[in-house]
């Protein structure tokens, strides 16, 4: 379990740690809230269209979906509270969703408790958050490419 300490007491300048904090905080309510603007697609991939992107191309270029395929129709699906929709859809874009959301939360504790926020950055594996983030990307566009259906 993650504990924090008080932000005076934290690995950077007070300024620093906030600012931070709060953009984190920001940056994730701010997705937050667009996602639950849109509707997950139904084919589970060009969800990301709905917030004026372009339809990806590398389906009509290669025959298979991108390694992201279906992120952003996951990641609606969980601020929808859909989690089991969203592991089906796409598991990196689920779990990356989710891992953002608990970030974004505990930012907003560490604003609201005084706490540092670089502190729970630091006690983070982060070499093994970023490996299992890979092999579970990888994975998850393996899965797609055996389950993707054309639209």
């Not at 590398?58 to 298979?64: A, L, N, S, T």
């Not at 504790?109 to 006690?123: E, H, I, P």
Request: one cysteine or more; a positive charge; hydrophobic letters at 50%.
């Amino acid at each position: 379990m993650i504990s924090t300490i008080p932000v005076h007491e934290g690995p950077r300048p007070v300024w620093l740690d906030r600012a931070v904090a709060a953009l984190v905080f920001a940056a994730t309510v701010v997705c937050v809230v667009a996602l639950l603007a849109i509707e997950p697609d139904p084919k589970g991939y060009d969800t990301h269209t709905q917030l004026g992107l372009s339809a990806c191309n590398w389906p009509k270029v290669y025959g298979q979906p991108c390694p992201t395929c279906g992120a952003t129709t996951a990641a609606t699906l969980v601020v929808h509270g859909r989690l089991w929709s969203a592991f089906v859809t796409q598991p990196f874009g689920a779990t990356f969703a989710l891992f953002g959301i608990v970030l974004g939360f505990m930012a907003g504790f560490c604003l609201l408790r005084s706490r540092s926020f670089f502190d729970v950055y630091v006690q983070l594996p982060r070499t093994a958050i970023a490996l299992s983030g890979i092999a579970l990307l990888l994975l998850s566009w393996g899965y797609k490419c055996l389950v993707f259906v054309p639209g």
